[in-house]
């Protein structure tokens, strides 16, 4: 299949076997009648797996060109799923340029676990390797990073990782399986916030897992059944539901974002622009090879850096809307700085570009005239 058809079809049964459902029903149980002790239909209790969420591991890996998907009650529950194949003393290379929740979860949880994490700037793969020790069991990538819209070569990355038989695991929520597979390229493990892009819609928290070596795969779906932290069958059905419209969102939040880049980067108030799309930025031609086109998501400073100026212009904005998150259909603002990055130190958060004056947006589905006036009113 094409990803236009795996997106409505992808590893799914398609029709109910019960009453002939064209969509995955909601399977709202916690437990599944018995012939006789031991025998069911595939599920017993649904922590260890329910057929919701078994229509969504299975959309997922299709998606990425995996074997095996997991799907968990968060984005954070999922990377919290990877680290437990970790044991005390093991040490983790983590781009420096990373989620302001996946920090927090390394560093304030994992680290007093005996876990070891080197943030190391990524751009420049050979930057990697002299970090590398023999305790070094995972590499953790973020590509494009947020918010700073690094690019990341996930191909030169897999050559480290297989020379030293490491794990690649690789954060894929802002280029979603649309735009980028990075187990095509070469990762072990893809992980997905799919409260964002999948989803869609600002209504759901879900993370997903997906993997093809089946070893590996039995060990995550061992941690998962274990630790709990499952995605419930509600949720799991709004995601199903989000993914079939992703190739058709996706292709107008990147038109859209072409424009708003672009609109900003001529900005006289505006200093810098954030977009792996624009020709300077410094690893545009890594994501030329490796996306399918550039992502949803735009960063910019204004001049002067100050706080105040960034906090003017979201309190003004009128179609985008201050909030967290992203990869709604509606546009969103944030300021990384006080917000999805505040668990960050300020002194690191600089020396990664994350300056008081750095908004973040997450352009939406809305006509592009209406956002780049609502813009344009906000800045002048």
Not at 58 to 80: C, P, R, V
Not at 125 to 141: D, F, M, S, Y
Not at 196 to 217: N, Q, R
């Amino acid at each position: 299949m094409k990803f236009n058809t795996k997106a409505i079809h992808g590893g799914q049964d398609n029709i109910d076997p019960a009453y002939g459902a064209v969509m995955p029903p909601i399977y709202q149980t916690s437990t599944y009648a018995q012939n006789k002790p031991g025998a069911h239909k595939g599920f017993e209790y649904s922590r260890s797996g329910n057929p919701t969420r078994n229509a969504l591991e299975k959309a997922i890996a299709s998606l990425e060109n995996a074997n095996y998907g997991m799907a968990f009650g968060s984005g954070i529950a999922a990377i919290d799923a990877v680290l437990k194949l970790l044991k005390p003393g093991d040490e983790v290379i983590s781009t420096n340029h990373l989620y302001g929740g996946s920090y927090r979860l390394f560093t304030k949880i994992y680290e007093d676990f005996g876990i070891q994490f080197n943030f190391v700037e990524m751009e420049d793969t050979g930057n990697i390797e002299k970090h590398i020790t023999a305790k070094t069991k995972l590499l953790w990538v973020e590509t494009p990073t947020n918010p700073m819209m690094n690019i990341i070569d996930i191909v030169a990355i897999t050559k480290i990782a297989r020379k030293h038989s490491v794990l690649l695991a690789v954060d894929n929520t802002f280029a979603t399986p649309y735009l980028q597979n990075p187990i095509d390229l070469g990762a072990d493990i893809v992980m997905h916030s799919a409260t964002k892009y999948l989803g869609g819609h600002s209504d759901v928290v879900v993370g997903l897992l997906a993997v093809k070596d089946k070893t590996l795969a039995n060990k995550l779906y061992f941690i998962q059944k274990a630790s709990g932290a499952i995605a419930g069958p509600q949720d799991c059905f709004l995601v199903l539901r989000g993914i079939k419209t992703l190739h058709l969102r996706m292709q107008r939040h990147c038109e859209n974002v072409k424009d708003v880049a672009e609109f900003l980067e001529k900005h006289p108030k505006v200093e810098k622009v954030f977009w792996p799309g624009l020709k300077n930025h410094p690893n545009h031609d890594v994501a030329k090879k490796q996306m399918k086109d550039f992502g949803g998501m735009v960063s910019f400073s204004t001049r002067g850096n100050k706080q105040a100026d960034a906090e003017k212009i979201l309190e003004k904005l009128k179609i985008f809307t201050l909030a967290e998150s992203l990869g709604g259909v509606e546009s969103l603002a944030g300021h990384p700085a006080s917000m999805t990055h505040a668990s960050i130190p300020k002194e690191e958060r600089e020396k990664l570009g994350i300056v008081d004056s750095l908004i973040r947006l997450s352009v939406g589905l809305e006509d592009i005239e209406d956002l780049l006036e609502d813009l344009k009113q906000a800045i002048d």
